[in-house]
């Protein structure tokens, strides 16, 4: 079988295991079902995930001109302390900022390798948890804006991580904490201006990825450089393609890349 497409990342859906979903624009590829199975990866072209013009990705699936222009990455995206729509002022589109930024968001705890604190809209949850690779996962604070958000990172980040060690992530090298404790400790920090937002029932969510073996030296794939990869899967998690000889590929890092996928 063979299918071709745009690579955007993967779709998800909660369960026991987590199912994940390739979606072309005229067929989509059920991943779970590959597990154990050889597959193959093949490089064809670049195409920009906004204007559909087979140029060079520049970040996150955008082309260079889109990635400066488009809304959709302005720097209150991965700054969420620098959204402005509830002041009125504009960034780069006001309308769009204020669809996205004017609606309830979440600041969590995620544990995927160490606990980071991160910031997502309400409704991405638990999508922004799975494709973290979160073993687990818990609310903090629901506020009715990013900027609120936002500011509750920044203080919470003054105590605890907000990056991710992917490698740890991959390999499964875990530790279950209790993130209900770690909630608690860190509510005094959170500033005054969000402190009647506090969650303070919430418990944790588990996610359990599909995964038959995790690699021991995680070696990522660069399909720009290796344009044709062949190899038998053996997990998912996070936004990452686990294979046998121990080959990771970040689907989320390879947006905007169109690939043949063979599945033997
Ligand atoms: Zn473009």
């Known amino acids: ?28 590829l059920h991943v779970n079902q590959l597990l154990d199975k050889k597959i193959s990866i093949n490089f064809l072209r670049y195409q920009c995930l906004n204007c559909n013009l087979q140029k060079k990705v520049y970040r996150q699936g955008f082309c260079y001109d889109c990635f400066f222009d488009s809304p959709q990455t302005a720097a209150w995206i991965i700054s969420p302390e620098l959204s402005k729509a509830h002041l009125g002022i504009e960034d780069r589109d006001l309308e769009y900022e204020k669809r996205i930024q004017l609606r309830p968001h979440v600041v969590y705890l995620a544990n995927s390798s160490n606990i980071k604190v991160g910031v997502t809209r309400k409704t991405q949850l638990p999508t922004r948890w799975i494709d973290q690779g979160a073993h687990e996962a818990i609310e903090i604070v629901e506020v009715p804006n990013r900027y609120l958000a936002g500011i509750v990172e920044m203080a919470l980040k003054n105590h605890i991580s907000d990056k991710t060690n992917w490698r740890m992530m991959l390999k499964n090298d875990l530790k279950d904490e209790d993130l209900v404790d770690w909630r608690n400790n860190l509510k005094q920090f959170i500033p005054e201006e969000a402190s009647e937002y506090f969650l303070e029932n919430n418990l944790e969510t ?39 000889d121990n080959t990771v590929f970040n689907v989320r890092a390879n947006e905007g890349c169109v690939v043949s996928i063979t599945v033997n």
Do not use: W
């Not at 990342?9 to 624009?25: A, C, R």
């Not at 359990?208 to 030296?217: A, H």
């Open 1 to 28: 079988m063979n299918y071709q497409g745009v690579l955007t990342k993967m779709q998800t859906e909660n369960g026991s295991p987590i199912q994940y979903y390739l979606v072309f624009e005229n067929d989509f």
């Open 206 to 244: 588990h996610l359990e990825f599909p995964v038959l073996r995790y690699p021991t030296v995680p070696k990522p794939l660069n399909l720009v450089k290796t344009p044709f990869y062949e190899g038998v899967l053996k997990g998912i998690k996070g936004q990452y393609l686990l294979f046998e």
